[in-house]
C-alpha cells in the first residue's frame, strides 16, 4: 500500500544514541565506565526516565542511593548525554526530501521529558514534523502498542499508510502488529526515498 506519511524514531535514527561510546568518550577509568552503563544508561530506571515516571533529579537521587555514584555525578553523565546527541546526516537528508516530496513526517520516540526539550530547542530537524508522540510525555513506551495506536489517533493516520522507521527490531515488530509498514534502520544501508514513495515491497518489512 502507498506510504502517506513516515514516522521517525530519534535516538539511534536522526541523532546519535550509543551508550558505550558515550562513556568511553567521557570516562577514562574502565571500572567507573561499567557502573554508569550499569547504574544509568543501562539500567531499568533509565526506561523510567524515558516514560516519564522519574524526573532526572529523582532518578539522581535513587540512583546515588543504589550505588557508588555521587549525586552530582549523575547529574552530570545526564548532561553529557545530552552533548552527544548529534546528527545523522543521512536521515535528515532523507526527512528533508520527505518534506520536499510533500509526504508529512512525523516524531514517535522513547525519550526523557529532559532530553526531548534539549533535542528539540537545538536541532532544526524538528521543524519538518508535524507532530510528535514522546514517551516521556505520554507515560506510555514502546513497543507498547499503545503508543502507536496512539499517534495515529492524535493525528488521524491510517497506519496501513504509514511507514515507521526505528533502530530496534522489537519496535519494528509493535509497529507491524498494529498495521504499520516499517523499516528497521540500519545507517550502513541508506533509505531510498523513491522506494518510500512507490512502496516497493524491498523497502518494507
Known amino acids: ?3 502517506r506519511q513516515v514516522i521517525f524514531d530519534l535516538g539511534g535514527v536522526l541523532v546519535e544514541w550509543n551508550p558505550h561510546s558515550l562513556v568511553k568518550k567521557h570516562i577514562e577509568d574502565e571500572a567507573v565506565q561499567a557502573i554508569v552503563l550499569n547504574e ?13 515516571s522519574i524526573s532526572e533529579s529523582e532518578a539522581a537521587i535513587q ?3 543504589r550505588s557508588s555514584l555521587n549525586h552530582n555525578f549523575v547529574l552530570e553523565i545526564f548532561e553529557r548525554v545530552r552533548e552527544f546527541f548529534t546528527l545523522i546526516e543521512q536521515s535528515e537528508d532523507l526527512l528533508n526530501k520527505l518534506v520536499d516530496h510533500g509526504i508529512p513526517c512525523y516524531a ?3 525519550m526523557s521529558v529532559e532530553n526531548y526539550e534539549y533535542l528539540s530547542s537545538n536541532f532544526d530537524f524538528f521543524k519538518q514534523f508535524k507532530g510528535a508522540v514522546i514517551s516521556g510525555h505520554e507515560s506510555l513506551i514502546k ?8 499517534i495515529c489517533e492524535r493525528f488521524q493516520l491510517n497506519p ?7 533502530d530496534t527490531l522489537a519496535n519494528c515488530e509493535a509497529a507491524q502488529s498494529v498495521g504499520m509498514q516499517t523499516v528497521h534502520f540500519d545507517r550502513d544501508y541508506p533509505l531510498n526515498i523513491d522506494k518510500i514513495i512507490s512502496a516497493e515491497p524491498a523497502l518494507v518489512g
Open 40 to 52: 544509568i544508561l543501562l539500567h531499568p530506571d533509565w526506561l523510567e526516565l524515558d516514560k516519564g
Open 160 to 166: 496501513a499508510e504509514t511507514l515507521f522507521i526505528d
Open 63 to 65: 540512583i546515588s542511593q
Open 143 to 150: 513497543p507498547d502498542q499503545e503508543i502507536y495506536r496512539l
Open 108 to 110: 514517535l520516540s522513547n
Open 1 to 3: 500500500m502507498k506510504v
